[in-house]
């Protein structure tokens, strides 16, 4: 079980961007909400990547430690070759499209896992699919970061980013890519799902322009307030959503990283940023069962 630090003072903290080992966090769905309580994180979400398990998991159990869970999800998904996260919020979660999407990109998870398994192994590397895949939470996931560690477990000497940029990364020739649906695909049926879509860390892209096509897509948001994000950039992307009208979110993107947990809990995303993420959900679902029985979505965020 996780040791507490520190009590912390301030006790109605936000954290809109975290993972559990549903997906390649390390902390249990559990072991994460009770955390995030000892750390003073009164509204999370568990925002695995293509999986919903770890916030089905806890969400009833969420009510027990009064932490409001908003329904969330990372999408992996690319555009111009590039890979792009989407973060779904308040989607409903038995909507069969949705679902049928991320069984699609899990799928592919595997192949693409024995694939590199397969290159890593070409270069002198005894390690293992069904070992790896072993350590892989209830739900299937498996991920580059599943590699790494196990990586990591022989190159001792090298960080995961270490790992990462000489084996698992773009630029590496040993990477083999996800099969995902683009991002023009994608944001559409998180629409269709009554969720929200927002862009994840876009610190993190690497071409100008691909901002402005994703806006151009429909994205309903972007994540602006990340630790990792700098902020002369954080400014840029706010200055960007108020110009489209989008609405702005963040998250620490936690994975429990041994060298994430001391800190977990000196970040909280402005409270603006969940008074508009819910009030965005309020407009939707008053919206719903119109005569055509259809929800009638905003694409935008309408201060
Ligand atoms: P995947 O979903 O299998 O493509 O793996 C992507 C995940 O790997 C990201 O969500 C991060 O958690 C992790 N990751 C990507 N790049 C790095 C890096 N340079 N160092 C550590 N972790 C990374
Ligand atoms: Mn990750
Ligand atoms: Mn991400
Ligand atoms: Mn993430």
């Known amino acids: 079980m996780i040791k507490m630090n520190r009590i912390d003072k301030k006790m109605n903290k936000i954290d809109l961007h975290l993972h559990t080992d549903c997906s390649d966090g390390r902390l249990s769905p559990l072991q994460l909400l009770d955390l995030c ?53 308040h989607y409903d979660y038995e909507n069969s499209e949705l679902l049928g999407l991320l ?17 890593l192994q070409s270069i002198g590397f005894s390690i ?16 580059r970061t599943h590699i790494a560690r196990e990586i990591m477990k022989t190159e001792t000497n090298l960080t995961v980013n270490e790992i990462f940029d000489r084996y698992l990364n773009e630029n590496s020739n040993l990477y083999v890519p996800k099969i995902t649906v683009s991002v023009k695909d994608t944001i559409p049926i998180i629409k269709d799902s009554g969720g929200i879509s927002v862009l994840a860390h876009p610190h993190r892209l690497r071409r100008n322009g691909i901002l402005d096509d994703i806006i151009a897509y429909g994205i309903d948001g972007i994540e602006v307030y990340c630790p990792k994000t700098p902020n002369y950039l954080q400014n840029m992307y706010l200055h960007k959503a108020n110009e489209n009208k989008l609405l702005v979110t963040g998250g620490s993107d936690f994975h429990c990283e041994p060298h994430e947990e001391a800190d977990f809990g000196s970040f909280s995303v402005p409270e603006s940023c969940l008074k508009y993420l819910n009030s965005f959900n309020q407009k939707t679902s008053d919206q719903e069962g119109d005569e055509y029985g259809q929800s009638n979505r905003f694409n935008r965020y309408q201060p």
Request: glycine letters at 10%; zero cysteines.
């Open 37 to 89: 309580y000892q750390r003073g994180y009164r509204t999370i979400s568990i925002t695995d990547h293509d999986t919903i398990d770890g916030f089905l998991t806890v969400k009833e159990k969420a009510k027990e430690y009064g932490i409001d869970i908003i329904p969330g999800l990372e999408i992996s998904s690319y555009h111009k070759g590039a890979e792009i996260h989407i973060l779904a919020y």
């Open 103 to 119: 069984e699609y990109i899990n799928e592919s998870r595997i192949d693409r896992a024995r694939k590199i398994i397969d290159k």
């Open 128 to 143: 293992d699919f069904d070992e790896i895949f072993e350590s892989v939470g209830s739900s299937g996931i498996i991920g």
